[in-house]
């Protein structure tokens, strides 16, 4: 099939559309974009140079994609926006390019929901499946492992890593890393426990999520030290793949880990 282009729509000579593509009303297309297959833009989208969209997303109304980093450090060095296949970007979004400090790449995976009013910020990365809900703001150079939500207000502080399976409450502030699995919420956050919920939706079993409550038990509700509750957690838990995954977060963490209130 070929392309759909709305004739209001004003697309680049040098931008690179793939087959089954559709423009929209007054959208607009900058040099050097790339589109794959099967991507719907709606109705005054913008897409800036060096974006790069993967195929069947999903772009609505008055999303920005690719544009200047909000950094005073920025110096109109060229840099990157990329996107994989299958996400749905809602309207007001903005996604913005990368700076040459963070490696000159903001790069969203597959099946990501952006909803409306999102703004990922220069340098971040979005693993797959993850969940930014309504006006969710990422500072710069944030990691965001696969499947983690965050609710609509949150912010995350520059340089925060965010585990999978994480859950983060709306209008929560991050300001450390959220270790994967875990659930926080708070003006502040904090830590409040096993995102159970979220694991149960996603088919863990109830033994691989006793393991992780009993995890966060021994590091953060046992008054031990860390090293006392690895060696515990080891000892009593063992090494699954989601335990040896949080713990390998917990020691590689370079904020330090968001702790209980």
């Not at 990329?82 to 969203?108: F, H, P």
């Not at 597959?110 to 693993?127: G, K, P, Q």
């Not at 207000?153 to 994480?166: E, N, P, T």
Request: glycine fraction near 12%; aromatic fraction near 6%; hydrophobic fraction near 35%.
């Amino acid at each position: 099939m070929g392309k759909e282009i709305h004739s209001t729509a004003v697309v680049s000579p040098r931008a690179e559309l793939g087959e089954n593509v559709t423009i929209g009303p007054f959208s607009v297309i900058e040099d050097k974009v790339r589109i794959g297959d099967g991507t719907w833009l709606d109705a005054f989208v913008q897409i800036k140079e060096h974006t790069s969209i993967g195929r069947r997303n999903h772009i609505h109304s008055y999303a920005s994609l690719g544009g200047i980093p909000q950094d005073l450090k920025y110096k109109g060095e060229i840099s990157f926006l990329e996107l994989g296949d299958d996400n749905r970007i809602r309207e007001y979004a903005s996604l913005n390019r990368g700076t040459e400090e963070g490696g000159g790449v903001t790069r969203i995976g597959s099946n990501c929901l952006i909803m409306a009013y999102a703004h990922v910020a220069h340098d971040c990365h979005l693993e797959d499946g993850v969940i930014l809900a309504n006006a969710a703001t990422l500072a710069g150079h944030v990691y965001i492992e696969d499947k983690a939500t965050l609710g609509g207000l949150s912010a995350v502080h520059q340089f925060v890593r965010i585990g999978r399976h994480a859950y983060i409450g709306g209008m929560t502030g991050v300001a450390q890393d959220v270790p994967p699995f875990m659930l926080i919420a708070g003006e502040r956050g904090g830590l409040q426990g096993v995102n159970l919920i979220g694991l149960k939706r996603q088919g863990f079993s109830r033994e691989q999520m006793s393991n992780l409550k009993k995890a966060h038990k021994l590091l953060w509700r046992s008054g031990l030290n860390k090293e006392e509750a690895l060696h515990r957690i080891y000892s009593e838990i063992g090494n699954s793949p989601e335990i040896a995954q949080l713990l390998d977060f917990v020691q590689n963490s370079e904020r330090g880990i968001v702790r209980p209130k």
